[in-house]
């Protein structure tokens, strides 16, 4: 699983049977502190964890595995919303600041 | 499999409920001088590795869902041992390393 910060949500009336339902979310890949990473992808929402603005999501075959239907033509799925991150050193990272700065 | 350091842990309040029992620790990948090199992903761990451990990772989704027993567990990466030592034959360890790392 994977670090990344919501962007927005994607309006998609029109799409396959098994993704009817699911939230579309346009997401930024992070890094554990919430850094910019790698390039923007779309990711279904599995649950109600898009609402956070720090989520973690899985790639592949196994992004199709919370859905209802897992033969779903999907490659990215959202699973978690991350609270925090504790870190060795003591530190506690809570939420990505990018995510305002950039104003999503 | 690859090589990787525990460097944090993740508190997620809601998720997916396959993922409920798991403890979700941050791991990244390490190079050839045993620093940190590459993305940070989250593992679930099936041995007790502690944050600044280095571990053996598995990166498959059908390794997790066997070594789990859960068949719709949506994740890929598994701590699956801590590792002591790395000792490099001789003659090939990177310049500036010790025969044992």
């Known amino acids: 699983m994977q670090f990344a910060r919501v962007l927005g949500r994607l309006v998609s009336t ?3 049977a098994p993704l009817e339902g699911y939230r579309l979310l346009w997401i930024q890949p992070t890094d554990a502190r919430g850094h910019a990473e790698g390039e923007p992808l779309v990711a279904v929402d599995a649950g109600q964890y898009g609402e956070g603005e720090w989520v973690t999501y899985v790639t592949s075959r196994e992004a199709s595995l919370p859905l209802r239907d897992t033969f779903c033509p999907v490659d990215a799925a959202i699973v978690g919303k991350i609270d925090f991150v504790d870190f060795a050193d003591g530190e506690r990272v809570t939420s990505p600041t990018a995510t305002r700065e950039a104003g999503a | 499999m690859i090589l990787a350091r525990v460097i944090g ?4 309040s809601d998720k997916d409920p396959e993922l409920g ?3 979700l620790l941050v791991v990244v990948p390490l190079g050839l001088d045993l620093e940190a090199e590459g993305e940070e992903t989250i593992a679930i761990d099936r041995v007790g590795a502690g944050i600044g451990e280095r571990v053996l990772v598995v990166r ?5 869902r066997q070594i789990t027993g859960r068949d719709k567990i949506p994740l890929q990466n598994v701590i699956v041992g801590v590792v002591d030592d790395v000792n490099w034959l001789e003659g090939r360890a990177p310049a500036g390393r010790q025969e044992r790392g």
């Not at chain 2, 842990?9 to 997620?12: F, G, L």
């Not at chain 2, 498959?60 to 997790?64: D, I, L, R, T, Y």
């Open chain 2, 60 to 64: 498959e989704g059908n390794a997790a």
């Open chain 1, 14 to 16: 029109r799409k396959v």
């Open chain 2, 9 to 12: 842990m993740v508190t997620s």
């Open chain 2, 21 to 23: 029992a798991y403890k």
